[in-house]
């Protein structure tokens, strides 16, 4: 039995074969925030680690999703000059996610990527830094 479905236009062979499987390969580039580790109880970090790749330390609430979509809605709020949301955002990842038993030194930045690229090969066509915060920690 095939099943035509509206959102490709094609007849597929449902629940078995679709081509509606991933998402289309980006024409054109994307703006996405992050957060990387500069320093570390003093000691430099270069370059600056993404915060996903960072062994040293640990998240207090491991949920990555929820991680990742918080640090869009920051910089959402960041990029419409919401200072009050943006503010929120901040202190709720920073209580929530940024829990080292160190110092540390991060910065909040919103970098333009091709996806594929920038996960391959590590290619960043523009970054911009928009926060920049040290969190003493004495545990």
């Known amino acids: 039995m095939f099943l035509y479905t509206p959102i490709s236009g094609s007849f597929d062979l449902f629940p078995l074969f679709?081509?509606?499987?991933?998402?289309?390969?980006?024409?054109?580039?994307?703006?996405?925030?992050?957060?990387?580790?500069?320093?570390?109880?003093?000691?430099?970090?270069?370059?600056?680690?993404?915060?996903?790749?960072?062994?040293?330390?640990?998240?207090?609430?491991?949920?990555f999703y929820s991680f990742t979509q918080r640090l869009q809605s920051w910089g959402m709020a960041l990029?419409?000059?919401?200072?009050?949301?943006?503010?929120?955002?901040?202190?709720?990842?920073?209580?929530?996610?940024?829990?080292?038993?160190?110092?540390?030194?991060?910065?909040?930045k919103r970098i333009e990527i091709h996806p594929i690229e920038y996960k391959t090969k590590g290619e960043i066509i523009n970054s911009v830094v928009l926060h920049e915060r040290r969190i003493n920690r004495d545990f």
């Open 18 to 63: 679709t081509w509606n499987i991933f998402r289309p390969y980006p024409k054109t580039p994307d703006w996405y925030y992050i957060v990387k580790i500069k320093e570390v109880n003093g000691r430099s970090i270069n370059p600056p680690m993404e915060i996903i790749d960072f062994k040293e330390g640990s998240f207090k609430n491991i949920h």
């Open 79 to 108: 990029h419409k000059n919401d200072y009050e949301s943006s503010e929120k955002f901040r202190k709720e990842i920073e209580a929530d996610f940024l829990v080292f038993n160190f110092s540390v030194v991060y910065e909040f």
